[in-house]
């Protein structure tokens, strides 16, 4: 009973007062009826329970702002909610809508009934216009059918009105209007409560004092740039650029193209809101300044309607340094990748953006007999520099490209260092260049016409004398390698712009890579030797070909509020030819991990349906198997599904907003053809449901606004390494979810080591 008692929602309440908990609401439309719960007071709609305990427990009586305080009843708030649901519904076209309050308590717990009696919908009979500017009619008349939803047999919807006049607005601010203002259209109508019926007239007047509504065209652009302070004080690097622009830099960081390059209000041209819009959002979009404000205007004093503009720009400061973090534990194996950004923001003036990357990923294994090396299992180090610019950077002449979004020309240059003590260490660099540019808001291009890659890797003297003596020489020569590749990549992505809103959605990216054809096209003009395994060589190497591709393909659906369902499609195939049997190291397929299948740590699923129990037991084989892990487990086929149900637990925990997931992980990785050293790891379409892995889980994510941290718990459901009905580890085992038994036993002596059915994995950001 005490328990029950501390869990009430009234617990925190005086005797005198009463908690809302339930809202009614009668005699509404369906179709309105969720938008008339919301003209009911913020502060009388029911409280959630979990936001209402959480508010009890932490908030020390309102001295800490955790959770949400209860809907203490109130009877002026309940009659201001009525006032406003009666108001919307007359706005519907209910014109005699009436609506009635009753309030019912019980253990002090109340409801809130609102009963409506709508009375007849009334409609729009005759709609006309009455427009005295006839350029300004002219116009109305040529749009209205884009965007109107005011039409005679409409219903009569003040909110509609409202919409309409809006759009309108806009227009003209796209049209040279500059003076135009809403007040400047009014809607006046006729109606008959008996016959339910309005006649309308859509009425827009010319200024006091004119006949028509004057256009306006832009005229001198001033610029000016304030120190990272905001202050512009001090001597400033003044330029008169063109007959347009004059540039004043009070912090000496920027060359006038950087900021006139995205200026897209130009001499001579009618005063377009849109171009307004369009130039302050890219200004914003190179983020180099913190401040890009709308324009101010100054009408000249002459007859001309002219246009003199001012932009006041702050500058963001040049340097800033970002630290990302994640967190993998799954049993006695855990990991964490710690990386750091450090960017230069405003290279050589020109918004150009340096950026040098560090990354340190390390995984441990407690349970190992780990020597010198404390455990450490592997480990890779990455390091890069990269240098964007904010355009189209050739020499070859191109368009503007900024007008759907900042194209960018990134040349970069990318190190990797992979360490597994015991059996190998890997080098590689990467060189590119990549244009990014927009051909419409929603479609994004990625180009790579250059991209230079070298690996190579040695082994251990031991581990590759033990290797070749169990026959097992694809490993040495995929890991202990040296090879190069020069090829192309293409990237397409749809909607990202949308990623971070609640709306329904398609997103898709799309990727192909190509290696290694230009190489293999010189080689045969030129006649380069080939190696001991017959490759040919390019500078005493041999070269890699290979065609990869990717796709990327998410639904976004919205279920009210901050509630969301994703589900993820996540296909890849990677193909050696030509010149190569097998692809790079670094160009296979890896799965699992905190944005993948996320009850598998990395590198630890796959492919298909190998068991690592198949290198036997004791001995040599156990040797090779621990040299192996986290390398054997690849493939050159990938096919990745999530299913993420996101939903809002608290609105404020401890200073974030607390939001939940429920998710479904399924997929796997494949080899391209039946391998000795991967025993049931091919990909066959007769087999890919018993070969795919599944698991379930659920997460927590801290939204601070700014970034959001991520906390996931992920248990396997199905795993593939098993035949039949034991592939259903959590039905069949789930007595040793927690613990030790028969199961993880022959587990451990047969694979050499634990079985663990959770993974935990902290990240930073959504996984996607």
């Not at 698991?695 to 992920?714: C, K, N, Q, V």
């Amino acid at each position: 009973m005490g328990i029950i008692s501390s869990c009430s929602v009234t617990r925190g309440i005086k005797p005198d007062q009463s908690i809302v908990r339930k809202v009614t609401l009668k005699g509404i439309d369906d179709q309105f009826k969720e938008e008339a719960f919301n003209y009911v007071d913020k502060e009388q709609q029911p409280n959630n329970w979990l936001n209402l305990q959480f508010y009890y427990t932490f908030s020390k009586k309102g001295k800490r702002n955790i959770g949400e305080a209860p809907a203490i009843l109130d009877s002026n708030l309940v009659e201001f909610s009525r006032v406003q649901m009666q108001r919307f519904l007359q706005n519907k076209g209910y014109l005699q809508a009436k609506v009635a309050d009753s309030i019912i308590i019980k253990k002090q717990k109340a409801e809130l009934v609102f009963t409506a009696t709508e009375g007849p919908l009334f409609h729009i009979r005759n709609y006309r216009d009455s427009i005295a500017d006839p350029k300004v009619r002219e116009l109305y008349r040529n749009t209205k059918g884009a965007y109107s939803h005011v039409k005679a047999g409409s219903r009569f919807d003040t909110d509609s009105l409202a919409y309409d006049r809006d759009q309108f607005f806009q227009v003209m601010k796209r049209n040279g209007y500059f003076d135009f203002y809403r007040q400047y259209i009014n809607y006046t109508p006729d109606s008959s409560f008996r016959k339910s019926i309005v006649d309308l007239v859509m009425i827009i007047d010319n200024p006091e004092g004119k006949v028509s509504h004057p256009t306006y065209t832009i005229n001198n652009t001033l610029i000016t740039i304030a120190r990272s302070n905001g202050r512009t004080n001090g001597k400033a690097d003044t330029i008169q650029v063109d007959s347009q622009f004059r540039f004043v830099d009070y912090s000496g960081r920027f060359k006038p193209k950087t900021v006139t390059d995205y200026i897209f209000q130009l001499k001579g041209k009618l005063f377009d809101i849109d171009m307004q819009t369009l130039t302050t959002t890219r200004l914003s979009e190179l983020n180099v300044f913190r401040n890009v404000p709308s324009p101010t205007y100054e009408k000249l004093p002459d007859s001309t309607n002219r246009l003199d503009t001012r932009l006041n720009i702050v500058p963001l400061k040049k340097m800033s340094d970002r630290v990302e973090a994640e967190f993998l534990f799954s049993g006695g194996r855990y990991g964490y990748n710690l990386g750091n950004t450090f960017t230069n923001r405003n290279l050589f003036r020109q918004a150009a953006a340096l950026q040098v990357k560090l990354n340190w990923s390390v995984l441990f294994d407690s349970g190992r007999s780990a020597g010198d090396n404390q455990g450490i299992q592997n480990q890779e180090f990455k390091a890069g520099v990269s240098l964007s610019y904010p355009r189209i950077v050739s020499p070859f002449e191109f368009p503007n490209l900024a007008k759907f979004g900042v194209p960018h020309t990134t040349f970069s240059t990318n190190y990797s260092l992979f360490y597994q003590k015991g059996l190998v260490k890997r080098n590689s660099w990467i060189n590119s260049i990549t244009y990014d540019f927009f051909d419409t808001p929603k479609k994004q291009h990625s180009i790579t016409p250059i991209n230079i890659e070298f690996s190579s890797g040695s082994i251990d003297p031991v581990a590759k004398s033990e290797l070749l003596r169990q026959n097992r020489y694809s490993y040495v020569y995929l890991i202990g390698r040296t090879t190069f590749t020069s090829g192309s990549q293409y990237t397409y992505q749809y909607n990202t712009i949308k990623l971070n809103s609640y709306e329904n959605f398609l997103y898709f990216r799309g990727s192909l890579d190509l290696g290694g054809g230009t190489l293999n096209l010189l080689s045969k003009i030129l006649n380069t030797p080939r190696d001991t395994l017959g490759q040919r060589t390019m500078f005493g190497y041999a070269f890699s070909q290979y065609i990869k591709t990717e796709i990327d393909l998410r639904i976004y659906k919205s279920l009210g509020g901050e509630r969301q369902f994703v589900f993820r499609l996540n296909p890849g195939i990677g193909v050696p030819y030509g010149n190569s049997n097998q692809l790079i190291f670094e160009k296979n397929f890896y799965t699992g991990g905190a944005n993948d299948i996320r009850a598998w740590l990395p590198r630890t699923l796959g492919p298909g349906q190998f068991n690592r129990a198949s290198y036997g037991v004791g001995g040599a084989a156990d040797t090779t198997r621990t040299r192996l892990k986290y390398l054997d487990q690849f493939g050159e086929i990938k096919i990745i599904a999530n299913a993420e149900y996101r939903y809002k637990l608290l609105d404020n925990f401890f200073g974030t907003k607390l939001k939940g997931a429920l998710f479904m992980d399924a997929g796997n990785v494949w080899r391209l053809h039946k391998e000795e050293e991967n025993p049931n790891g091919e990909f066959r379409f007769n087999n890919i449901f018993q070969s795919t892995a599944i698991g379930i889980g659920t997460g927590l994510r801290f939204d601070l606004s700014f970034f959001i941290f991520r906390l996931d718990a992920a248990f396997k459901f199905k795993d593939p390494q098993f035949r039949g009905s034991d592939q259903w580890v959590l039905i069949k085992h789930a007595n040793e979810l927690f613990k030790a038994g028969d199961f993880k036993k022959t587990y451990q002596q047969t694979n050499g080591e634990g079985y663990n059915f959770m993974q935990l994995n902290f990240g930073i950001g959504l996984p996607f």
